[in-house]
């Protein structure tokens, strides 16, 4: 039995959690009503549709093989009249069963490549029956979120219980009669279209609203971001864990996965320091710049600052990340004229660059990535999480892993933070630098602090601004928006409203015209990372800033410096630190 047919039979329980939607609405649930007309869809988004559409008057057609007697069985049990016939056999008399069940009144759909494709590459049936019938063709795109595809001729999609599934319906507009290549064109864009918006929804998640002043001093702005009447704010995950992350100790679920999470964290990392897992080289020399929490400690913009070191000092480097665009971005912005390079094999990533005539390889965030030879590893401490959290493990905490016993792998290691530079945060750097001073002693530390600069233009709308930046609406999809806000609000007295989306998250179609109204003509501001996710979102008239991030070296940084160089130019071999 085919596997599809298979599917189609043990999905229909599971198809109760999946979440149809418009992808003009993707918010309201969405349960079209076919006409009496013909529908032509691809068959890979056969199992979606048959449940959705299950219990209309639609009339399709199934091949005269065994497989095609099984999904007969099954649509006619859904309510489905079924003709059968396909392209290479019984054609003819499947078309003639479906024209007598249009004159009944059904509806007809189709899977235009099916049974046996090529996959999307419509067949003559669909504008032939539509002919014949003398009717209108309306083509069906659908896209899920999440969920797997199989390694048949057409990838046939099974959405995952609870993903989102985007169906659209769309006229193919002719003065005649459509063709085959009108449906395919229609059925074509109507598909790119769902997919769109599947993309945004797996990228998208719940937002945290952050306001400012007292509750009651509501202003436009706070009327227009503030959600309906009636309807509960969901907090997101993300949310919830930070909330945790704050107390002195997580809820007791969340400390039991974190014991887990260190054993096996933990496991790894002795089998590497076992030589049963084997790091491979690239044969260039390789930097890490990783950390132990999961953002927000600036790992990105400090490869940046050391791919600008290494330029400086004549080399070509090459910049390896995980491949998230904004990340991305924000690399080519920071440093010009360097390779870049996003995949999460940093090992073919390194072999392909040397291969192109990199000299040197930088690794963001490489510090858990064992598996490349790092020549040099230079750990990032966040001093905010190290401040304000329970420093536990993931999920319990944002910590990857004990950083006490991070700091013994590490041939140089960097403080950093972006809260003002005070002498309490003096004291507590120094306090830190001692710490790591017993734990690791000779390892050099370098003490940064990030801050911020004069927000600069990013739109059309903004470079034609006619006196100083004026934005309403604070907008940041990073680890640690409170931070962004804090730097956004001594920037800008302007700023009236603040939006705090997940890690590279992306606001939903509501959200955008939320903050647009909000935005007014003052605008929207952003971060660097951000603008290469959100600036595309917006009309290119709105005035969107963006609030450039500075680096201002406190201590340490010659020291720091010079390893780097030594490093790149193969004057030193450090070799991995002794453990402790």
């Known amino acids: 039995m085919d596997l599809a047919v298979r599917l189609v039979r043990a999905a229909l329980p599971i198809s109760r959690t999946w979440r149809f939607r418009h992808p003009d609405d993707p918010r309201r649930p969405y349960r079209p009503r076919l006409k009496h007309e013909v529908h032509a869809c691809w068959h890979e988004h056969l199992l979606p549709l048959t449940c959705l559409l299950a219990g209309q008057k639609l009339a399709t057609l199934a091949s005269r093989d065994r497989d095609g007697e099984i999904i007969s069985c099954i649509l006619r049990r859904l309510g489905y009249e079924v003709a059968r016939g396909s392209s290479t056999r019984g054609g003819s008399a499947g078309f003639r069963q479906l024209a007598r069940s249009f004159e009944a009144g059904r509806g007809v759909i189709l899977t ?243 291969a192109e005539g990199a000299t040197v390889a930088i690794v963001d965030d490489g510090f858990q990535h064992r598996r490349l030879f790092r020549d040099l590893n230079l750990l990032v401490l966040d001093r905010d999480a190290l401040r304000r959290t329970n420093r536990a493990r993931l999920p319990a905490g944002p910590f990857r892993e004990s950083w006490e016993r991070a700091v013994v792998r590490a041939h140089a290691i960097l403080t950093t933070g972006r809260e003002p530079w005070t002498a309490e945060l003096s004291r507590f750097d120094g306090q830190l630098r001692a710490r790591i001073e017993r734990l690791a002693p000779g390892v050099p530390v370098a003490t940064a602090v990030f801050g911020h600069g004069p927000p600069e233009a990013a739109s059309a709308g903004a470079r034609g601004w006619p006196g100083s930046p004026a934005p309403r609406v604070a907008l940041t999809g990073i680890m640690k928006p409170n931070l962004f806000f804090a730097q956004a609000g001594a920037a800008c007295a302007s700023v009236r409203e603040q939006l705090a989306l997940s890690d590279h998250g992306v606001p939903s179609p509501r959200e955008r015209t939320a903050v647009t109204r909000a935005a007014g003509r003052g605008g929207v501001l952003t971060t660097r990372k951000d603008l290469s996710r959100l600036g595309p979102l917006f009309d290119p008239d709105l005035p969107i800033w963006v609030l450039p991030e500075t680096l201002t070296w406190k201590t340490g940084w010659e020291d720091v410096r010079r390893l780097i160089r030594d490093t790149a130019s193969d004057r030193r071999d450090p070799g991995p630190p002794a453990e402790k």
């Open 112 to 354: 235009g490549d099916g049974p046996r494709g090529p996959r999307r590459s419509l067949k003559e049936g669909t504008a032939r029956i539509a002919m014949l019938m003398d009717s209108s063709v309306t083509v069906v795109g659908v896209a899920a979120s999440t969920g797997p595809r199989l390694p048949s001729w057409d990838r046939f999609l099974i959405p995952a219980p609870g993903a989102t599934v985007f169906v659209s319906l769309a006229p193919v507009l002719q003065d005649g009669a459509p063709d085959t290549g009108d449906i395919q064109a229609a059925l074509q864009r109507e598909v790119a279209r769902c997919e769109q918006a599947a993309r945004e929804a797996r990228r998208a998640r719940p937002p945290l609203i952050v306001r400012e002043g007292r509750e009651g001093e509501g202003c436009e702005g706070d009327r227009t971001l503030r959600p309906g009447r009636g309807t509960p704010v969901r907090r997101s995950l993300e949310r919830r864990l930070r909330d945790q992350w704050r107390r002195p100790r997580a809820a007791l679920p969340l400390r039991g996965l974190a014991r887990i999470y260190g054993g096996v964290h933990e496991g790894r990392h002795r089998l590497y320091d076992l030589g049963l897992l084997a790091a491979h080289s690239a044969g260039i020399p390789v930097i890490s710049v990783g950390g132990v929490t999961i953002g927000g400690s600036g790992k990105t913009p400090l490869a940046a600052c050391i791919a600008r070191t290494l330029q400086e000092a004549g080399h070509r480097p090459a910049l390896l990340a995980r491949g998230y665009t904004d990340e991305l971005e924000l690399l080519a912005h920071e440093a010009p004229g360097t390779s870049i390079r996003g995949h999460p094999d940093r090992l073919r990533s390194a072999r392909r660059a040397a």
